[in-house]
Structures are given as structure tokens and as C-alpha cells.
């Protein structure tokens, strides 16, 4: 049990610890101001690793292909800017939905398998992606990428600098607004049936549940941000290559939501700050140094806390304060009766 | 008539075992129908075929007088057909309360809807607790479902079977792992099921079967020895050789 006394039916409370990450973020941008395309580039990793974290670690759909919609975002952003659509927001926007309309095609496909023939069939895809990107050279640049992108200032009013501020706190703004909506989305009815789904999937067919549709809407979802963390790379580097499409990009995800705690939201932020600022700081040591630095750090997290670096922090506070129960009779005598 | 329930002729093979052999089964509207048979007759594997989880090898599954022998399990249970497991199967990460709001929320459709808080569902939260209630398990609500006694996850089955608004209903020796005390419990939540549900009950207690039921099949190596009114199968001298020489019932039944 890596979470004592979790309480699903409470999901939707909103704690004020939630802001903490945030005045983090902000904290940083003063704090480290030479520091904030660094920091942009963990932001779109952030929103990468929750959309990842929202299959693995919610719906349990273990998935390695996740690069494809990260990569499909980022082409997508691109060839709108090259096209003439350059309003950062709402290239985003499409370039997300990009990535969901792919989704929701292959999704009722590849869904259906489980475990390891599901891993093996989506690195494939992945791979094939990448690789097929590389020989489509006409349409992705090959190689070379799609170098000297460009897109209007945000919202027409704030230009892109230099020095990675606008990109910080557009792609902050991104972040927040996708964890409030993906917040939304695993603390309902429909979250909890995902955690069920991942928990005791023929439990959840015998209860009646449209597992494979429930499956493929958070597929979706999920790649909808995938492909919006993409776009937002593509916005925030002026240039997209093959390195958006790289499988690697679906197993580090991985890691940082193992990281941070499967299963969190937060966990998936934490994690991939961690990560980013370790690699960052480890490659600055020695070039060939960080994949170890990452290595012995994940063992330790995964050794000595079943739920990530968050979850070892949830299980020290709920030492402190144990947690209030979801159905307190008291308070339900208040409302409306039931239907 | 049309039945809730039939089996036409069901066979099932695992390898080389024929776990059931030739079964068929009618569940009339009301029906109170006990299946009892020694261990490995093949009681759960019948279960499994009419509830979809077991695919038989050939026969057909009627629901309504419709065919459903290629149906999903999930789609039968939307058509009403709900089933307990025999070893408890529920999840054990979540709290009781939310394994059986789990149910509630899927048999309301609610299972899809990614933007109402499950916590704020009051309605499917005080309905999920009222069947808590009903098998008495309200104080353990807030527990994980892994800290209860296994006899107390055994009722939460019962529970989620119930939130999901069964017409025929399949009860996998609900009484196995139930403390004596609690029986009544059980037999009360049996008494008060809605008199039009159809009831098939596996069960090695004779003493609920005798209480329950008012049909009997009796299956012994995946056959339908005998089955008919309690009253003429009990009575039967080939049931009492069975049990006699398996020991099982008469030694429960002591
Ligand atoms: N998945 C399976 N693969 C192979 N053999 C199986 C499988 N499931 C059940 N069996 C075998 O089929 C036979 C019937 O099993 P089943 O569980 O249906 O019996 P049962 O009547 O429910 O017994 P009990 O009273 O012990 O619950 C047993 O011999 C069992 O070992
Ligand atoms: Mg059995």
C-alpha cells in the first residue's frame, strides 16, 4: 500500500498545498532570472510527464509511445507557424487536438491489448514514428528539423524575449490551466472508474463499466496535453526536430513520474522538475554523468517509497494529520437528499 | 414463457477437463434457485459462462429469450445480470465506501463523465451508503477495503451486487467466509431482494439453501445429476448418495 487512508471520494477538496508548486514557480522566476528558458523547458515536461502520468498512473495503460503525440504537437505547431497560423494559443490548441484526433483513432485499437504486448506495440509505434519523420524529410525537414519558427506575441501583447520570460510564464499558464482541468477530470466519476479500471479491470467489466471507452477518452485526453506540451516546445525553442519524436522522450516521461509518484499530478510536476534540474545539473558536471545521477536516484525513490518522492512526503504528513473521511454524517444531513 | 435466465446445452472444456458437460438451466421470474454440488463440480465455471467472463466451448446463454452467449460481460450486466465472486474480488486500494460507490456510479452511467466530482455525487454517495447500511458495515465505511475481515469484504460484495440493480442475480456461495453470526444478515438481504429478481445461489450450507431456495439444481462433474422442486431433490436417494459419500454438506449441515 503506498498510500495509507487514500480517500478517492475526496480528490475533488481543494488544499491549499496545491499552491505551493505554484509559488514555487513564481518564486523561481525572480529568483533565477538567467535561468527561465531552463526552467520553460521543465514546464513543457511537466504537462508531458501529467498527460503520461494520467495513463499510466490513473487508467493504468502502460504506454512507451507517448513521444508520438509529444512529437505530433510539435510538427503540428510548427507547420501552423510555417502556414501562417501563428497565434501561440490557439496553435497550441490545435496542435493538441492533432495529437487527440490521433488518439482517438488508434486508441480503440491499441487499448484493447494489455501489459506487455501494450508496451511492445506502442514503442514500435513510436519508433516507426520517429523513423518515418526522418525519411518524410519534404514535410518534417528530416535531420535538419523545422529550424526559425516564429509566433505572434502571446496574446498579441507579450513579445517573446530572449531571456525566456514570456516562455516561462506562458507555459506556467499552460500548466496551471491543465492541472485544474485534469483535476477536475480524475477526481470524477469517471476518474474514479479509471482508478478502478487500473486496479481490478474485470471487477470493473463485471460492474457494467464501458472499460474500453472510458479507456480511450482518457487516451485522448491525455494526448491532447501531450500534443500542447509539444506545441508549447516548438513555440518556446523556435525550432522542432526528431527529437520530439524520440522514444526516449515516452521512457524518461516514465521515470518522472515514477519520480515523483505514480498515480499525482503533482507527483508527475515534482518528479519532472527533479529530473530536469538534476540532468541539468549533472550534465554540467560531467557530460556523460547524469543518466547515472538519474539512476541511482530513481532506485532510491523506488526503494525507499513506494509512491515517489511525493508519496514519501504524503505518508510523513499524514503522520502528522491523518485524513478527514470521505462520508462524515454530520455534514451530509445538510443537503439535498439523494436522487 | 420467456425466462430470465437459460442455458441451453452448455459444455466446457479446460484442456482436456469437460468442467461442464450438457448443462442447461431455466430461471423463471421470482425464481429461488439453488445450485449445489461437491467442490469442483463446476458451480463458478457455470457462473462464469452466464455472467460472460468464461466463454463456453459450445451452448448458448439466454437473457430475456435473447442470445447473449457472445455478449460482454459488461453489457450483460447493463441488462441487469449481476454476479458475486466466490473469493472476494474488489478493490483493495479504496476505501469500502468507495467500492461501492464504484458500483452505484457505473450502473448510473456515470462512469464516463469526467466533470462531476465523484466526491460531490451525493446522490450515488448516500445510496452506496444506505446499501453499507443495509449490511451493516457503516462504521467501517472510511476503511480500506485490505484492513476488513475477509467475512466483512464477503458483504461488501453483496453490497455491490445490490447497487447494481440486479433482475437476475448470482450469488457464488455468498455465505462462505461469513461468521455464523452474520447469517441472519445475509438471509434477511436475501428475503428483502425484489420478489420478481431471479436468484441462482451456490451454497455448501444446506440449512440456507433449505431457507432460500425452492428449486435445486444439483451439478457433480460438470452433469446436472438431478434437479426440481427442494422439496423431491432433497429427498432424492441419488443426492443423499452424493453427499454421503462427498461428506462436504451433511458435515456443514451437522
Ligand atoms: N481456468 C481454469 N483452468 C483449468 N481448470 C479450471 C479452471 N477453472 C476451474 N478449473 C477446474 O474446473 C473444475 C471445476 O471448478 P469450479 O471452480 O467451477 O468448481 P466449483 O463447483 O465452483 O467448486 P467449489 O465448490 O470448490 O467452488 C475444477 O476441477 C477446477 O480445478
Ligand atoms: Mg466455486
Request: hydrophobic share 50%; net charge neutral.
Amino acid at each position: 500500500m503506498d498510500m495509507p487512508n487514500a480517500r478517492f471520494l475526496n480528490r475533488h477538496r481543494f488544499s491549499l498545498w496545491e499552491l505551493v508548486p505554484l509559488i514555487v514557480a513564481i518564486g523561481c522566476f525572480y529568483l533565477f532570472p538567467g535561468y527561465l528558458t531552463l526552467g520553460a523547458a521543465v514546464l513543457v515536461m511537466a504537462i508531458f510527464a501529467v498527460s503520461l502520468d494520467l495513463v499510466i498512473g490513473y487508467a493504468g495503460i502502460v504506454t512507451l509511445g507517448h513521444s508520438v503525440f509529444f512529437g505530433v504537437g510539435a510538427y503540428g505547431a510548427a507547420k501552423l507557424s510555417m502556414a501562417g497560423i501563428d497565434a501561440p494559443i490557439a496553435a497550441a490548441l490545435i496542435a493538441g487536438a492533432m495529437a487527440a484526433v490521433l488518439a482517438v483513432l488508434t486508441g480503440p485499437f491499441v487499448l484493447r491489448l494489455k501489459h506487455l504486448p501494450l508496451i511492445m506495440v506502442t514503442v514500435a509505434i513510436a519508433a516507426i514514428a520517429h523513423e518515418a519523420a526522418n525519411k518524410m524529410s519534404w514535410l518534417t525537414g528530416g535531420h535538419d528539423g523545422l529550424p526559425n519558427l516564429t509566433f505572434e506575441p502571446v496574446l498579441g501583447l507579450f513579445k517573446w524575449s530572449i531571456w525566456g520570460t514570456t516562455s516561462y510564464l506562458y507555459v506556467l499558464a499552460w500548466l496551471v490551466l491543465l492541472v485544474i482541468v485534469s483535476r477536475i477530470v480524475v477526481s470524477s466519476s469517471f476518474g474514479m472508474a479509471l482508478q478502478g479500471i487500473r486496479q481490478n479491470e474485470l471487477r470493473m467489466r463485471v460492474m457494467g463499466a464501458p472499460v474500453l471507452k472510458q479507456q480511450v477518452i482518457i487516451y485522448t485526453y491525455s494526448a491532447f496535453l501531450a500534443g500542447i506540451a509539444g506545441a508549447l516546445y516548438a513555440q518556446t525553442n523556435n525550432f522542432v526536430s526528431l527529437e520530439t519524436l524520440t522514444v526516449d522522450l515516452g521512457v524518461f516521461a516514465l521515470a518522472m513520474i515514477v519520480l515523483g509518484g505514480l498515480g499525482r499530478i503533482y507527483g508527475a510536476i515534482i518528479g519532472a522538475a527533479v529530473y530536469m534540474i538534476v540532468q541539468y545539473l549533472a550534465q554540467q558536471w560531467d557530460p556523460y554523468f547524469w543518466m547515472l545521477a538519474i539512476g541511482v536516484l530513481l532506485v532510491l525513490v523506488v526503494r525507499f517509497g513506494k509512491g515517489g518522492l511525493l508519496g514519501i512526503a504524503e505518508k510523513a504528513w499524514l503522520r502528522v494529520r491523518p485524513a478527514r473521511p470521505a462520508y462524515d454524517p454530520a455534514t451530509s444531513e445538510k443537503l439535498e437528499p439523494g436522487e | 414463457m420467456t425466462y430470465m435466465l437459460e442455458a441451453r446445452d452448455l459444455h466446457k472444456y479446460f484442456g482436456a477437463l469437460h468442467v461442464t458437460n450438457g448443462v442447461n438451466l431455466k430461471l423463471a421470474p421470482g425464481a429461488r434457485h439453488a445450485l449445489i454440488g461437491p467442490n469442483g463440480a463446476g458451480k463458478t465455471t457455470l457462473v462464469g459462462q452466464l455472467s460472460g467472463v468464461i466463454a463456453p466451448t459450445s451452448g448458448q446463454v439466454f437473457i430475456g429469450g435473447e442470445d447473449v452467449t457472445r455478449l460482454a460481460p459488461a453489457k450483460r450486466t447493463r441488462t441487469g445480470l449481476v454476479r458475486t465472486f466466490q473469493i472476494s474480488n474488489l478493490f483493495t486500494d479504496m476505501t469500502v465506501l468507495e467500492n461501492v460507490y464504484l458500483a452505484v456510479s457505473q450502473n448510473r452511467r456515470m462512469g464516463v463523465n469526467p466533470f462531476r466530482a465523484a466526491g460531490r455525487d451525493k446522490g450515488s454517495i448516500d445510496r452506496a451508503m444506505d446499501l453499507i447500511r443495509k449490511v451493516r458495515l457503516e462504521p467501517h465505511a472510511d476503511r480500506l477495503v485490505s484492513e476488513l475481515a475477509y467475512g466483512q469484504q464477503r458483504l461488501i460484495e453483496i453490497a455491490i451486487a445490490l447497487a447494481l440493480d440486479p433482475k437476475i442475480l448470482l450469488l457464488d456461495e455468498p455465505a462462505a467466509g461469513i461468521p455464523t453470526g452474520e447469517l441472519d444478515l445475509l438471509l434477511r438481504v436475501i428475503e428483502e431482494l425484489d420478489p420478481s429478481l431471479a436468484l441462482l445461489i451456490i451454497e455448501h450450507d444446506m440449512e440456507l439453501v433449505r431457507r432460500v431456495a425452492t428449486d435445486v439444481t444439483v451439478l457433480v462433474h460438470g452433469t446436472v445429476l438431478i434437479d426440481g422442486p427442494l422439496r423431491d431433490v432433497m429427498s432424492s436417494d441419488e443426492v443423499k448418495r452424493v453427499y454421503l459419500g462427498g461428506g462436504e454438506v451433511e458435515a456443514q449441515n451437522a
